[in-house]
């Protein structure tokens, strides 16, 4: 990971809210929310599954998109930053 997670790139990704939903759909959804996007474009995707951040972590290497930062929002959900990869 880069150390591209500072907050004007959070604020400036686009959001997926994905709290609540459990597996697979995290990933499913966070598949085709990248795949219309735009090459290095971030999209920030909050989960409250505790196994989606691996899930999310292998779409993105399996998919030449990469995983820049990751944190914590206030309500204990886990947050990844992604920033599109050249392929879908």
Do not use: F, Y
């Not at 990971?1 to 990704?13: F, G, L, Q, S, Y």
């Not at 686009?14 to 597996?23: H, P």
């Not at 995707?45 to 944190?71: F, I, K």
């Amino acid at each position: 990971m880069n150390e591209r997670d500072d907050k004007a790139d959070w604020a400036a990704a686009r959001q997926l809210d994905l709290t609540g939903l459990k597996c697979p759909m995290p990933s499913l959804m966070t598949k085709k929310a990248l795949r219309g996007m735009g090459p290095n474009e971030l999209l920030a995707v909050t989960v409250t599954d505790p196994l989606a951040p691996l899930d999310l972590h292998h779409l993105c290497q399996s998919h030449g998109h990469s995983v820049v930062a990751e944190g914590q929002n206030d309500s204990g959900a886990r947050r990844l930053l992604i920033c599109r990869g050249p392929r879908s």
